[in-house]
C-alpha cells in the first residue's frame, strides 16, 4: 500500500488535550510500553474521526498492525465517551440560556435491506437516529445516545428524556413538526398548506429560529466517520460522544 503525508483540520489544542487524556488513562493502568507514543496514538484517532480512515489505511501509515489500530481506537473513544455530559448535567447548562434547539439527525450506516429497524423511511436509507440539543446560536450543547434509524424523532425525544427533562428546566425548545405533541415548551410550526397569514408569520419567524440547530448539525458530521458508520451499531452511540468531547476541546 501506498503511503503519503496527509492533514488533519483540527488544532494541535485537539492533540494536547486528547494526548493528556492518554497520558492519565496509561498512568491509571500501569502501561509499561507500546508500539505508538502517546501523541501518535491521539494522531492516529483524530485521523479516523476526522477524516473517516479506514484501520488498514491506518495501519500503512503509523506501521502497525490492524488489529493494534483496533484496539488503540477503540480505547480513546472509551475514555472520550466517559467525558460527555449526561442529559442531567446539560440541562443545568442550558438554564443560562434563552431557549434551545432540538432536532434529530441520521447518521448513515452500512446495513442492507433486510435490516429493517436501521432503515429510515424519512430518508430513504439505513441509519441512527441521534437526537441534539443547541443552544440559540446553533452551538453543540448535548447529543443522544443512537437508536435504529426507523425511530420517530418525537418518540426518540421521548425515549431519551428530552421532554420530560424541558418542563423541569422551566426552558423553552424549538424544534420542527416532526414534535408535533411534545407540548408547550416545544413550539413547532402550523402545518398545512393553506394556512392565515398569521400563522405563516410564525412559520417563517419560527424558520429563522430554528435554522441556527442546523449549524450545529454540519458541526458534527464534518467529523467524516459520521458521514458513513461502517462499525457495529453498539459502538456509535460511544463514537458520537467522543466526537463530542473533541468538539468541546477544540472550540
Avoid at 488503540?72 to 434547539?101: D, N
Avoid at 441556527?212 to 451499531?233: D, I, V, Y
Wanted: charged content about 20%.
Amino acid at each position: 500500500m501506498l503511503v503519503y503525508p496527509s492533514s488533519i483540520d483540527l488544532s494541535a489544542r485537539t492533540l494536547r488535550f486528547l494526548a493528556g487524556r492518554l497520558t492519565a488513562r496509561r498512568r491509571d493502568i500501569g502501561t509499561r510500553w507500546r508500539r505508538l507514543p502517546v501523541a501518535r496514538q491521539a494522531l492516529l484517532v483524530l485521523a479516523h474521526l476526522q477524516c473517516g480512515d479506514t484501520y488498514a489505511q491506518l495501519a500503512a501509515g503509523f506501521g502497525i498492525g490492524i488489529a493494534t489500530v483496533y484496539r488503540y481506537i477503540h480505547e480513546v473513544i472509551e475514555v472520550l465517551a466517559a467525558l460527555a455530559p449526561t442529559l442531567t448535567e446539560a440541562m443545568k447548562t442550558t438554564r443560562t440560556k434563552a431557549f434551545v434547539i432540538l432536532d434529530g439527525t441520521l447518521l448513515p450506516i452500512d446495513r442492507i435491506a433486510a435490516d429493517t429497524p436501521y432503515y429510515s423511511g424519512k430518508h430513504k436509507r439505513h441509519g441512527m437516529n441521534v437526537q441534539v440539543l443547541t443552544d440559540p446560536f446553533g452551538r453543540l450543547l448535548w447529543a443522544s445516545p443512537a437508536l435504529p434509524g426507523s425511530t420517530h424523532d418525537l418518540t426518540a425525544a421521548r425515549q431519551h428524556g428530552i421532554i420530560d427533562a424541558l418542563p423541569a428546566a422551566d426552558l423553552t425548545c424549538w424544534a420542527d413538526k416532526a414534535y408535533q405533541g411534545a407540548g408547550r415548551t416545544v413550539p413547532v410550526p402550523f402545518r398545512g398548506r393553506h394556512l392565515k397569514r398569521r400563522k405563516r408569520r410564525h412559520n417563517t419567524t419560527h424558520a429563522k429560529i430554528r435554522c441556527a440547530g442546523e449549524q450545529a448539525m454540519a458541526t458534527l458530521k464534518g467529523w467524516r466517520l459520521l458521514r458513513k458508520l461502517r462499525c457495529s451499531t453498539n459502538r456509535i452511540t460511544n463514537i458520537v460522544k467522543a466526537v463530542l468531547v473533541l468538539h468541546y476541546a477544540s472550540a
